[in-house]
């Protein structure tokens, strides 16, 4: 006479599938654990009664494993077991960055590590909101890249790590045509101790005199050149 094993409360009879894998983290693929014996009571039901499927079981959350009567008359095989998906672990790396004093900033950006399958930085970051300690000085240390807010999507879990913007001093080599973007302003004095003056520019933005030293040679005449 043929057994019945029938799933209809899953807390009742979930018990009786075993399967070799008991953990599974999202990973871009379908996954799908092993069964490896069913039992009805004390009988163990053969491999050959039954045959399983898996769905849901590609992204983080909650898969089931369906089992379906092979129709050999033994054992009448139906019922279900579900399974969890964990989400994957994603770094977002606020990307170090270097300007020179009174430049613009840079476009702030990030980098990602732990990716799986196929998916992009774009796909699985959301949202990242990134953010920069406010000064202009040349400081040790730079200032701080945070983000004020970082989302993921439902298959990770995003630690964010901050960076540094660091401010270098502006170079204008030595002699020569100033650097592209760059504005000097050579006034005469009628002062014998302080006969000229220099005013530097970048952009609409006014270096400071401590920012700078300077020479005039005397065949240097009054003016500007940019």
């Given amino acids: 006479k043929a ?10 009879y979930t018990r009786d599938i075993t399967w070799s894998e008991t953990s599974f983290v999202y990973n871009g693929t379908a996954q799908a654990p ?17 045959k399983y499927s898996c769905s849901n079981n590609t992204n ?7 089992l379906t009567d092979k129709t050999v008359n033994n054992y009448i095989v139906d019922g279900y077991k579900n399974f969890t998906i964990q989400k994957a672990p994603l770094t977002i790396m606020a990307d170090a960055k270097t300007k020179d004093y009174l430049d613009d900033d840079p476009e702030l950006t990030f980098s990602v590590e732990g990716l799986q399958g196929a998916d992009t930085k774009q796909m699985a970051v959301t949202k990242c909101v990134l953010q920069r300690d406010a000064g202009e000085e040349v400081v040790d240390g730079g200032y701080a890249i945070t983000s004020s807010e970082t989302t993921t999507n439902g298959n990770y879990t995003g630690t964010f790590v901050s960076s540094t913007l660091t401010i270098q001093p502006k170079n204008f080599g030595t002699g020569g045509t100033p650097p592209s973007g760059i504005s000097v302003y050579v006034e005469k004095n009628n002062d014998a101790n302080n006969p000229w003056s220099v005013s530097v520019y970048n952009g609409s933005k006014l ?3 401590s920012d700078f030293t300077f020479a005039v040679e005397e065949t240097e005449t009054e003016g500007s050149y940019i």
């Fill in 3 to 12: 057994n019945e094993l029938g799933f209809i409360d899953k807390d009742i």
């Fill in 34 to 50: 092993t069964v490896t014996s069913v039992k009805i009571g004390d009988d163990v039901v053969p491999a050959s009664e039954y």
């Fill in 60 to 66: 983080a959350g909650t898969a089931t494993l369906t």
């Fill in 207 to 209: 270096f400071q005199a």
